[in-house]
């Protein structure tokens, strides 16, 4: 129950959901769009010889990782970076440079990685890798040129030597597969021997000499304040930030749940009376009749009369399935309804009239009273004069009069639909609750009905939460209360405060009516009558053949 109250909640505002998306994600992607793309290049520096040593010790460990910290600062040190701006000739300030640089160091490493973020992404790598190099030159443990220039003559000498001692080798190889021949004499054996004892004697010599030089290329390069290079800089292809793919999809994401959440909140503080859900829920009455939105708001009294409407029409049909429920519902057998809401301008007038209009179809009799003295408008509707009416009837009663009928004809008024008169309220007294309470209004709805007159009495009152006339004339007349509750405007405690001024007077209430519903949006319209009723059909021809 839970979950399709959220879904037709969700269904109700669809439309502001879609829009707010719509509206914040081209928002987004005009400011994403807009922005210049940024990109940044990473360059990869050792700190401290023990990475090259095959046997580090643990102070030599020690020693890199404390000089990492010391190196992640001099990356922004002026003569780094004037350095860098001197050999690319860049048009940056130093401020500026320094802002796009950030150095981080690898977590438990004595790697620091140094990242330069611009929106050109060559430069960005050219500027990442000229840092590292500026910091190398300007490293205080760096290479004599005399230092280089030996560590170059002894790599050549180790070169030399290893393709020396690769030959050895062979050589040893193959004097060792000859002496293995068994039809060897003695003297060619001898000499191969010797051969091979010669070789192996060159190898040693050849392994000792590689050995000594690597030593010395080892002690040369061998420094615990070393900076080199590990990975150098490469242009990044893809800027940096979040996809505008992602982005999107982000953006509507949350936009969708922010507005969903805003809704839901806005549901539960506003309070509102939407479908036959909540009005069954909320007040715990009977549903008598389902009144779906029709005709224009500010159209007058008049053009919202179901008279104006087809008779196969969704509304007329609504208002005699209302009818219909009303009849054979109703707790009373005197077939008297008081109709009334809880605040103004909820639909009770245009209800109580197009009632009356739906129960003359039908064959009934009805009087309708406007009951309703501080804002009376039947008379508006049905254009009647508004001269004389309910309050001038009661100013005489039944049984004093020698011809109560005479009476009662003086004040209704007939309508051009057979069987529908009309009681207007007539002038405005100074006491409208005294005069409702009054026992004369007891007395003649007595005669209405005893005189056979008619069938039906409807009472058009004022709102129960503004005035208490309707719970007066109600306790009065022992009579049935119709409840008006228009959907998407009623608040719940407005609803039920309504029902609780008629409770406390022990006047019970018939049902509720809920007016100007929104059909797509209640399932109880789970059936669209448009979809059974064609309005092509000859109908005429229908009933003839019913008749038939």
């Given at each position: ?20 998306v ?54 922004k ?31 438990g ?25 500026q ?10 040129v ?9 790599n ?14 062979a ?5 060792e ?9 003695f ?19 050849s ?31 893809q800027?940096?930030g ?20 805003s ?68 707790s ?21 009239m ?19 003295f ?19 009837l009661?100013?005489?009663s039944?049984a ?13 008024q ?26 004369r ?11 056979g007159?008619f ?8 709102p ?16 049935d ?5 228009q ?26 009516i ?35």
């Open positions: 129950m839970v979950i399709l109250q959220y879904y037709r909640i969700i269904r109700r505002w669809l439309w502001l959901i879609v829009f707010a719509f509206m914040v994600s081209s928002l987004v992607y005009m400011l994403h769009i807009s922005q210049q793309p940024y990109y940044s290049a990473h360059v990869t520096i050792a700190i401290g010889g023990y990475i090259e040593s095959p046997n580090p010790d643990a102070q030599d460990i020690r020693t890199g990782l404390d000089l990492v910290q010391t190196y992640s600062h001099l990356v040190n002026r003569n780094i970076l004037q350095g860098v701006v001197n050999e690319l000739e860049l048009e940056l300030e130093l401020d500026e440079l320094s802002n796009i640089i950030n150095a981080v160091i690898v977590p490493t004595s790697l620091l990685e140094v990242s330069v973020t611009d929106s050109d992404p060559i430069e960005a790598s050219d500027i990442a890798n000229e840092i590292a190099r910091l190398i030159i300007q490293s205080p443990t760096n290479l004599t005399a230092q280089q220039q030996q560590v170059s003559l002894l050549e000498q180790v070169t030399s030597l290893s393709n020396e001692l690769e030959s050895f080798r050589q040893s190889v193959s004097l597969s000859r002496l293995l021949n068994e039809d060897l004499d003297d060619e054996r001898q000499a191969l021997t010797e051969q091979r004892n010669f070789l192996l004697e060159q190898v040693n010599q392994s000792n000499n590689i050995a000594q030089f690597t030593d010395t290329i080892a002690s040369l390069q061998q420094r615990t304040n070393s900076v080199e290079i590990v990975e150098s800089a490469v242009a990044p292809e800027p940096i979040i996809s505008s793919l992602l982005i999107m999809g982000l953006t509507v994401a949350l936009t969708a749940l922010v507005t969903t959440g809704i839901f909140l806005y549901e539960y503080v506003t309070d509102i009376i939407h479908s036959t859900d909540d009005a069954i829920q909320y007040l715990n009455l009977p549903l008598l009749g389902v009144i779906t939105s029709f005709g224009n708001r500010k159209d007058d009294y008049q053009d919202r009369l179901i008279s104006n409407l087809s008779p196969f029409s969704r509304t007329t049909q609504e208002f005699s399935t209302l009818r219909t429920n009303i009849i054979y519902s109703a009373k057998s005197k077939h008297t309804y008081i109709i009334s809401s809880a605040s103004p301008r909820e639909g009770k007038s245009v209800t109580a197009n009632l009356a209009m739906s129960s003359t179809l039908a064959g009934k009799r009805v009087l309708l009273l406007d009951a309703d501080r804002r009376p408008r039947i008379h508006l509707a049905f254009g009647l004069s508004n001269g004389k009416g309910l309050t001038t009661l100013q005489s039944p004093d009069s020698t011809n109560p009928e005479e009476i009662s004809k003086a004040f209704l007939t309508t051009s639909m057979p069987g529908l008169s009309i009681l207007p309220s007539g002038h405005m007294p100074q006491n409208p609750s005294e005069l409702l309470g009054f026992v209004v007891r007395h003649w709805v007595e005669y209405f009905h005893q005189s007159q069938d039906m009495l409807i009472f058009d009152t004022a129960i939460l503004a005035v208490p006339d309707a719970a007066i004339l109600a306790a009065g007349l022992n009579a209360v119709l409840l008006i509750v959907a998407n405007s009623t608040r719940r405690i407005e609803a039920q405060q309504a029902k609780l001024r008629f409770e406390q007077i022990n006047v019970d209430i018939a049902g509720v809920l007016n100007q519903v929104n059909a797509s949006e209640d399932h109880y319209y789970g059936y669209n009558y448009n979809d059974y009723y064609d309005p092509t059909e000859d109908q005429s021809t229908e009933i003839e053949e019913v008749g038939q």
